[in-house]
């Protein structure tokens, strides 16, 4: 896993965010189960939890199944998530967060794979986002990238019988990369609310 630059992404997604009224935060999103509220409490946590897991600052927050407990916003989200999204490409900006071991999710994995899946996450939910709310949405091609090869390698692993998210939704070779990386990530890339 190549060392890439998160902040391109976390700033489409605080724009993204930005751009939710508090009429659309009771929304549908291709999440099952997950509001457009829950979705941003989601992308709030696991911001948080990545952020310490690139610093190696382990506990609560790294530890914390996202399964446990449906994620909610505050508040003070409106402030809080992009300033979380900065201090998470920031803490990924630092070579070390790429090497060694941390965890996440309560899970140990290698720094470049905790990377890989940031990234994947951070891409996905963006485009999640942004078709709930009925955003145009054009994510980061480093991030796209990476988000692409780790699902794909995920989805082509004979260990874990599909994709990571949910089983694989076939989508045309020749589609636009988000579209296969959508559909890796178990979802239909022609949602609609």
């Not at 470049?112 to 963006?126: K, M």
Request: charged share 20%; with cysteine; net charge negative.
């Amino acid at each position: 896993m190549t060392m890439i630059d998160l902040g391109p992404q976390t700033r489409i997604l605080a724009g993204l965010a930005e751009s939710v009224t508090d009429e659309q935060l009771s929304g549908r999103t291709p999440c099952p189960d997950l509001a457009v509220r829950n979705l941003l409490g989601h992308l709030l946590h696991l911001s948080v939890a990545f952020r310490d897991a690139a610093r190696k600052d382990l506990g609560t927050t790294t530890d914390t199944n996202p399964n446990a407990a449906v994620p909610d916003i505050g508040p003070g989200w409106r402030e809080e998530l992009p300033k979380v999204l900065d201090e998470l490409a920031d803490a990924w900006r630092e070579p070390d967060a790429w090497t060694g071991m941390t965890r996440a999710g309560g899970v140990n994995l290698p720094g470049d794979v905790a990377g890989a899946v940031v990234a994947d996450e951070l891409v996905v939910h963006g485009w999640d986002l942004a078709r709930a709310v009925g955003r145009p949405y054009a994510p980061d091609p480093a991030a796209l990238d990476s988000a692409h090869g780790f699902l794909l390698a995920a989805a082509q692993d004979p260990n874990r019988g599909g994709g990571i998210f949910g089983p694989v939704v076939p989508v045309p070779p020749e589609a636009p990369l988000l579209d296969r990386v959508v559909g890796l990530s178990g979802r239909d890339p022609g949602w609609r609310p």
